[in-house]
């Protein structure tokens, strides 16, 4: 008995093995199908087959002239007297369809692609967080698109991918490009300068900015080569070594270098241990001063006279712009008064030639300030009213004014020492003019 279970069982999983083996069964397709209007869809390891004029797939196991001949009668009986010809024409006017589908999604996609790109640009230029792209840029286009154009073509905008992440890659893969352009020119370049700016963030921490000049198709360019923070100190020897490995890193040849331009900061220009000096040991590099941080330099000596003026200037400003009490009230009168500006501008050391615009905002804001300070006890209140003392107020307001003027035209792209040369000259002439005239009694 027990035997005779044995063999059933044996007999029944037999039967289940053989049943398994004729549905695993791939079929193939055969070109004689399409007398029957089916051809395949273009799977070659379980092909289907596809109506030619319904476009209906059937599975692969419909792939038997029975099943097929049973559709076909089904849903297309009028055409059941059509020869071959008309199958191949039917099969023809699907793959071009096909074809045309698939050039639309690609095209789509591409462009798709390219908007999240240029969007992604468009935010890094900007700075802001990469959030903004899919929280508020593609809602906007969204809107703007649906009522210039209609709701079909704002559909296509939800296409375009501008998550965080997606954002943050594409700034990533611009940014490499570009890096990778800008090495390929270096290669190129028969000669490169550079120019070194080490300084702090708002975060506290130490940046380092290498841009480069080169020669590229019978012009100058001029770009950001290198921007690292630099993790512990700022000694010439780090600065230099950061310099160094991405110069390595990317095979760039220091034979290159004909020069390097830094401000007086001793890590840059220590006669031992500077990254200038260790920069020169190129054999065609030499080395310049930054023309801009010579002009603040030289300007910043003053006549002590002048210097007391500025200092007592500034704790006005101070007096005022340090308390918020008094600010909120000065900004009511100046209000009340009828002034162009509410408020006076604050003065730090760093800007130095901005402080032309601080002193004119004093100057212009003179009678505001008399009168708010008329009733406090504020040592320096009387200076608001003393001629002599405005005087000289007026006189640095406009001199900074014009030094600052100056500044701002010796910053910026493609700035070279002969424009900026002849910037200083011309200053320094108008300064003997403006001296000269003033010993005439000329102030026209």
């Known amino acids: 008995e027990g035997t005779l279970k044995r063999k059933v069982s044996t007999s029944n999983s037999n039967i289940f093995t053989e049943t398994s083996k004729l549905t695993n069964k791939k079929r193939r397709y055969c070109e004689d199908y399409l007398a029957f209007g089916f051809t395949s869809n273009g799977n070659e390891d379980a092909p289907g087959a596809q109506c030619v ?18 559709h076909f009668e089904t849903n297309h009986p009028e055409y059941k007297d059509k020869d071959i010809s008309f199958f191949k024409q039917k099969l023809e006017s699907l793959e071009k369809s096909k074809l045309f589908m ?3 999604a690609k095209s789509d996609n591409e462009n798709a692609t390219e908007a999240s790109y ?27 698109v649906m009522c210039m154009l209609d709701q079909e073509s704002s559909k296509k905008v939800e296409a375009v991918p501008l998550s965080n992440n997606t954002v943050t890659r594409r700034i990533h893969d611009l940014a490499a490009d570009i890096e990778k352009e800008l090495i390929f020119r270096l290669y190129l370049c028969d000669a490169y300068a550079l120019q070194l700016d080490e300084s702090t963030d708002v975060a506290g921490l130490a940046v380092l900015l290498v841009f480069v000049r080169y020669d590229f198709n019978s012009s100058i360019e001029e770009d950001l080569l290198l921007c690292e923070f ?17 110069m390595k890193t990317h095979q760039i040849s220091w034979e290159k270098c004909v020069d390097v331009c830094s401000d007086g900061a001793k890590a840059m220009v220590g006669t031992v241990a500077g990254a200038v000096t260790r920069i020169k040991v190129a054999p065609n590099c030499t080395s310049s001063h930054c023309i801009l941080h010579r002009h603040t330099l030289v300007v910043k000596n003053i006549s002590p006279s002048l210097k007391n003026v500025l200092d007592e200037a500034i704790q006005i400003i101070n007096y005022i712009k340090t308390q918020p009490l008094q600010s909120r009230l000065f900004k009511i009168m100046c209000e009340d008064m009828g002034s162009q500006h509410t408020a006076l501008l604050l003065h730090t050391e760093v800007r130095w030639l901005s402080r032309g615009k601080v002193l004119v905002r004093l100057f212009e804001l003179r009678h505001e300030l008399s009168a708010n300070l008329m009733d406090h006890k504020f040592q320096l209140s009387d200076r608001l009213t003393d001629f002599l003392w405005l005087s000289r107020v007026a006189y640095l307001a406009d001199i900074f004014t014009k030094l600052n003027e100056v500044n701002l035209s010796l910053q910026g792209k493609n700035v070279n020492i002969f424009n900026a040369k002849d910037k200083i000259l011309s200053l320094s002439r108008k300064l003997q003019f403006w001296i000269s005239s003033v010993g005439r009694n000329d102030l026209d």
Do not use: M, W
Not at 61 to 69: E, I, N, Q, Y
Not at 236 to 245: D, S, Y
């Open 230 to 246: 630099l993790q512990t100190n700022t000694t010439g020897e780090n600065i230099f070594n950061c310099i160094n490995n991405f």
């Open 53 to 70: 004029v319904c476009n209906k797939i059937l599975s692969n196991s419909c792939l038997v002239p029975a099943k097929l001949r049973r």
């Open 118 to 144: 240029k969007v992604s640009y468009r935010i890094l230029l900007a700075g802001e967080a990469h959030t903004i792209g899919e929280s508020l840029i593609k809602p906007c286009a969204k809107d703007i």
């Open 102 to 104: 698939s050039k639309i």
